[in-house]
């Protein structure tokens, strides 16, 4: 007994001495200042409460500056939150691959664009980027138009009733938006979608991955079944899987019987489930890219705008002077109330409720901190060289609200940060809510043309209110950023 206390004493001592000569070595050649934090641990267990996360990184900030380097355990990690750092991480070739929290997503939602490594994301990058141009956005405005309208109906029974909680609603009429868009299917007619079950599931996958991002030994199935997550995850992310592979099927039957496709997919090969199903059929794709890259396309999409219109609502409802700037200019293009047709001109004019979204994406950013990981050594423009191997957290949230970069009024709302006198000098990496670079978000501007359409049509119709205020809002650090309490908003009809 003795002897084995004795090894196991040796052996535990043998692997401190070593992470900690590699961490002296790393410290000393990297020159960047950072927590050192427990034997072992590293700063891991700083990061292991996901509603301690973004104020652990504030900590940090404040003490040790934008650029930060620690440890997770064993792993080299950095956050960084420095424009300039950032614009030489994002453009760099050997920063492509996402950093190994996204391990997560590939369990939950499967591998595609979101989280392969290169070369394969520059392949299927290459491939589905035709799916997300100019043309094909434009055929998308009579989806955004129609499905707005759908959601007027449904917020009708809510007018001047009280205080509500607009997040489910906007995620089905999301969840749906994207199922037509990329999928050429609508969502409501799947029962589960209309029973609100599979949007459950959605939130149960979601969420279990975040756990699985920020508690990394839970992406071993063993543990999750020794903490009781597994068997709900496992239905979730079955019971999605099967919704997709359907969508995908329907779309493959229409296809075998030409005269029944409904006009959008007849006309466009780079629907984004035309131009996936048609690299199938020659070979490009297997039948799990397919699925894949469909399930990462409706994920990315629907939870990443919902959230995005209710912040913005949110906002305007707790900054009502910005809201009666945004109004009067959406009732200049659309004079009358109830249902119109926002056309990609309006989408232009609409110049205002640029600065608004703007402003709510820098001060709410819906991805609030992403991770990438070196693949080569990378030469940053101030010198410093990241050895390969490195994780690093790009920190949008505190960078969108840095005083230093944003002035003064950088942690509240106010629409003005984007006119174009404050702007124009701003670092080009400042504002980065879909982040920039080689490996940016595939659906900026998509998200952008259906935020729009939807808030011209909502904010023409009601005025939003709420008894929250801003200075409570506590925010939570997930795959996308959430709110601990999330604020009710009352609609009132405008006339
Ligand atoms: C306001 C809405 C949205 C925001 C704030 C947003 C934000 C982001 C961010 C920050 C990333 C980079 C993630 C990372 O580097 O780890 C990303 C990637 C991605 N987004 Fe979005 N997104 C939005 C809407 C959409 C939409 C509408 C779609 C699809 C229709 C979409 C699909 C994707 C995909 C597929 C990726 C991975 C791209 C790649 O790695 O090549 N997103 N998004």
Known sequence: MLTWTLWCGLVFLLWFYFLWSRR??????????????????????????????????????????????????????????????????????????????????????????FSLNDPHWSIHRKLLNPAFGHKVLLSFLPIFNRETALLMDQLKPLEDDGEKDLIPLLQCFTLSVATQTTMGSDAKSEENFRSNSLLERYQCALNTMADMCFSPWLNSRFIRQLVGKESEYYQAKTEIRQFIKKLIQKKMVADAQESSLPPIQAHDKNIFLNLAT????????????????????????????????????????????????????????????????????????????????????????????????????????????????????????????????????????????????????????????????????IGWRYALISAKVTLAKLLRNYRFRTSFPFEDLYFVEDITLKLKVVPLIELQKRI
Not at 411 to 422: A, G, K, R, S, Y
Request: with cysteine.
């Open 24 to 113: 002296r070595f790393y410290l000393f050649t990297l020159k960047v200042p950072g927590p050192l934090g427990y034997p072992l641990l590293g700063m891991a267990h700083w990061l292991s409460r996901r509603e301690d996360i973004l104020n652990s990184f504030a900590v940090f900030l404040e003490k040790h500056g934008p650029v930060i380097f620690s440890w997770l355990g064993p792993i080299p990690f950095m956050i960084v939150s420095d424009p300039q750092v950032i614009q030489d991480i994002f453009t760099s070739p050997h920063c492509i691959n996402k950093g190994i929290i996204y391990k997560a997503v590939d369990d939950g939602a499967g591998t595609g664009l």
């Open 278 to 441: 048609d690299l199938l059929r020659r070979g490009v794709f297997n039948w799990k890219n397919v699925e894949d890259e469909s399930n990462i396309i409706v994920f990315g999409a629907f939870e990443t705008t919902a959230n995005t219109v209710y912040y913005t609502l949110m906002l305007l409802a707790m900054f009502p002077e910005y809201q009666e700037k945004a109004f009067e200019e959406i009732r200049s293009l659309f004079p009358d109330t109830g249902d119109f047709e926002v056309t990609y001109n309006d989408v232009q004019q609409m110049v205002y409720l640029d600065l608004i979204l703007n402003e709510s994406m820098r001060v709410v950013p819906p991805v609030p901190v992403v991770s990438r990981q070196t693949s080569q050594e990378l030469k940053l423009s101030n010198g410093i060289v990241i050895p390969q191997g490195v994780q690093i957290a790009i920190d949008m949230f505190h960078m969108h609200r840095s005083k230093k970069i944003w002035g003064p009024e950088a942690e509240t709302f106010n629409p003005d940060h984007f006119l174009p006198h404050n702007i124009q000098d701003k670092h080009p990496y400042a504002f980065i809510p879909f982040t920039k670079g080689i490996r940016n978000c």
